[in-house]
Structures are given as C-alpha cells and as structure tokens.
C-alpha cells in the first residue's frame, strides 16, 4: 500500500509467491483489506480473505470452495457484496460482513442478489443503495435495506449502459450516488475515461 498523499514509501501488507493476491475492498476506517486469493491469470475467481492492518491476521471470510472475482464491502461495515463464480454465474450475492476482532463464519447464511448475471457491486456511501453491473453492461442500482439484520432489496432500476474495461475496479460512484466514473472498453490506442452525469435525463426519456 501507498499513502493517497504520496508520502512515505510503499508498504508490503502480504506476499505470496504460490498464488495471486488481488485487492478488492478497503473498510471504510482502512482497518481492514478484503483481498482474492488465488491463480486469476488462469481462472475466473479466488477466494474471499479479510487481512487486518493492526495485526497483518488474514483469514478466509467466504468458503475456499466458493469462487469470488470482485468485493465490496459497505461503508457501515456491515455488508459484503461480491461476484461469485462457483455456480456458473457471475452473479450477486452479499453476505454480513464479520465483525471487527471476530473471526468470520464461513458458514453464515447469504442472500443471492442476482440469478442472471450481474458484476462488479460498488456501494453507495450511505449503504442504502447497491449498484452492479448486468451482462449487457447495463449500470443497475438497487435500493436495499440491512438495517435489521435481514438484507432486503427494495427497488431495482436500470441506470444506463456502458461497456466496461474488463478489470477489477471499472468504474466508482460519487457519495451521493449523483455521477459515474467508467473506464469504458476502447480500441487498441487506449480506454477513453467516461464520466456519466444527468443520467436522471437518461431514464425519463426509457
């Protein structure tokens, strides 16, 4: 890792010369990495660890067996979204997230979000509204309540269509949930840089 403000020198936080280490998701105290495990230059997936930056512990928050590309954890800590493979998918599934100083249930139950495909969950800052990609690269945005330790969805509604970078972290919402950034697929001289705003024009004229 490397301060946002440029000073200091990089920090090692793990290493593994046997597999692939992929950042997905910071807390939102920065106390804790959700990072994938496993060979993604071969492979669709790997498995979902939690790494504390008190300590250096890391430990498996989801099943080894289930396969996940990307992560999300909500900015009130209670929630993982991520995009899991292991059923043919990829599709949607969030999980409470463990609490800080416990170690996770791997057997915690789970609520599948999407049964036809969806990627890439980005939270919006005030963990009430969910946002997910479809197959067709149609931005989805889910109005979602955990509030009661049940997680719900609420309303779902296609935002607009943009055909994403095939990499981990596409595009990113504003706190307000108000304007887009999508690294959008380009040709071979580059990936042009979309910003998405007035996209509420956009599903008045649907």
């Known amino acids: 890792s490397i301060r946002s403000d440029g000073v200091g020198m990089p920090v090692t936080l793990r290493a593994d010369s046997t597999q692939d280490l992929a950042p997905l998701s910071w807390s939102a105290d920065g106390g804790y990495l959700l990072f994938g495990c496993g060979s993604y230059r071969s492979s669709l997936g790997g498995a979902l660890w939690r790494l504390s930056l008190a300590d250096g512990k890391a430990e498996p928050v989801l099943p080894a067996t289930q396969a996940v590309s990307a992560s999300a954890l909500s900015p009130d800590g209670r929630w993982i979204a991520f995009t899991t493979v292991s059923t043919g998918g990829p599709d949607i599934v969030v999980v409470a997230a463990p609490r800080s100083g416990v170690a996770p249930d791997l057997t915690a139950r ?33 109005a979602v309540d955990g509030t009661h330790g049940d997680f719900r969805v609420l309303s779902e509604t296609p935002l607009f269509q943009a055909f994403q970078r095939d990499i981990f972290h ?37």
């Open 110 to 142: 789970q609520w599948p979000i999407t049964s036809t495909g969806g990627d890439k969950p980005v939270w919006r800052r005030d963990s009430r509204e969910l946002y997910y990609m479809r197959p067709d690269g149609t931005l989805m945005a889910l």
């Open 170 to 206: 596409s595009y990113d919402v504003t706190a307000d949930g108000q304007h887009f950034v999508v690294i959008v697929a380009g040709t071979e001289e580059g990936a042009p840089l979309a910003v998405v705003t007035n996209w509420t024009q956009m599903l008045r004229r649907r």
